[in-house]
């Protein structure tokens, strides 16, 4: 696990539990629910295992991920169960935003169907907004609110995948232009120019 970035961006909070397994500092606010929802991935490379792969596995994820998100936006916290199918619908949320999340191209809003939010009372008294229904729902339309939040806060555009076709991990990019493609360039950036300088002295050998 590299600690690299946790220890470039000391004070921002590594307490989400998929994105602390690889030292990934979090994305500001509710918004680090949908980037430790990517997180949950497997990374094969680093040893870490798929955390959405049993029912067991994704309801640890989920209540610690959604307790979390209560704490940082100041939501009413709520119980999350999850089945077997509701892991599966977690499963296929997170490859719509992962085939979304890119490190080039225009911010894209996924299309997620099947999730609705409500009304409520936050702690303070203020009207606002939480997510509906049960299980994987729960989940699902806290990821949807954040996601229109950030867009709204011109954040979304910032969530981004290692460009490494290898590496797994959701970082936010909190450099100035936006530009960051690596989670990490002093690992997967090197690796990359690596590979990259060897295949140019192959194609310039005689």
Not at 14 to 43: C, K
Not at 71 to 81: D, F, M, P, Q, S
Not at 108 to 115: H, I, K, T
């Amino acid at each position: 696990m590299t600690g690299a970035i946790s220890s470039e961006l000391p004070g921002f909070s590594l307490a989400w539990p998929a994105g602390e397994r690889f030292g990934i500092a979090a994305a500001p606010g509710g918004l680090a629910l949908v980037q430790d929802l990517l997180n949950t991935r497997p990374s094969p490379a680093k040893g870490f295992v798929d955390l959405l792969s049993t029912v067991a596995s994704a309801q640890r994820w989920a209540a610690a991920a959604m307790a979390e998100w209560a704490e940082a936006g100041g939501h009413r916290r709520r119980r999350v169960r999850l089945r077997t199918a509701d892991v599966g619908e977690l499963r296929q949320l997170r490859e719509q935003l992962a085939a979304v999340v890119r490190t080039d191209g225009e911010p894209v809003l996924p299309a997620l169907s099947g999730l609705t939010v409500a009304a409520g009372t936050a702690p303070d008294g203020r009207l606002d907004l939480e997510p509906a229904g049960s299980g994987w729902q729960l989940v699902g339309g806290a990821v949807l609110l954040e996601i229109h939040r950030a867009d709204g806060l011109d954040e979304w555009r910032r969530l981004k995948t290692c460009r490494s076709s290898a590496c797994p991990i959701a970082f936010y990019d909190r450099s100035r232009n936006n530009s960051r493609v690596w989670h990490d360039v002093k690992v997967c950036g090197n690796i990359a120019n690596l590979r990259a300088s060897r295949a140019r002295r192959r194609r310039s050998a005689p």
